[in-house]
């Protein structure tokens, strides 16, 4: 079994920076493993960042050179550094270790 907790969201200013955390805990073989999604109302979930079998990260076209993924190994805990953030990040966000999903965190841009 496998959980996921997705925190540090919450209402940020444009141009504001927010780091998201997700702790992992059960069978995870490898936290490179987990990625992050978002969905923001009225549209489908998208990827954010994503790791590579290269062992790089691919980040979706909206978010490059403003969002950076870290990993923690020893607390089993991903990050997401959130820079720079626009109104149109506003989002539930989500961690995913292949099947599973956490309960997602959310994130409202506005001023």
């Known amino acids: 079994q496998v959980q996921l907790v997705e925190s540090g969201g919450g209402l940020v200013q444009p141009g504001g920076s927010l780091t998201l955390s997700c702790a992992a805990s059960g069978s995870i073989f490898s936290i490179n493993a987990i990625n992050w999604y978002r969905q923001a109302p009225g549209k489908q979930r998208e990827l954010v960042a994503a790791?590579?079998?290269?062992?790089?990260?691919n980040y979706a076209e909206s978010v490059k050179g403003r969002f950076t993924i870290s990993r923690d190994n020893a607390k089993k805990t991903v990050y997401l550094q959130m820079d720079n953030l626009k109104p149109e990040d506003t989002a539930v966000y989500y961690c995913?270790?292949?099947?599973?999903w956490g309960q997602g965190t959310q994130v409202t841009v506005s001023s």
């Open positions: 790791s590579t079998s290269g062992g790089n990260t």
């Open positions: 995913k270790y292949f099947a599973f």
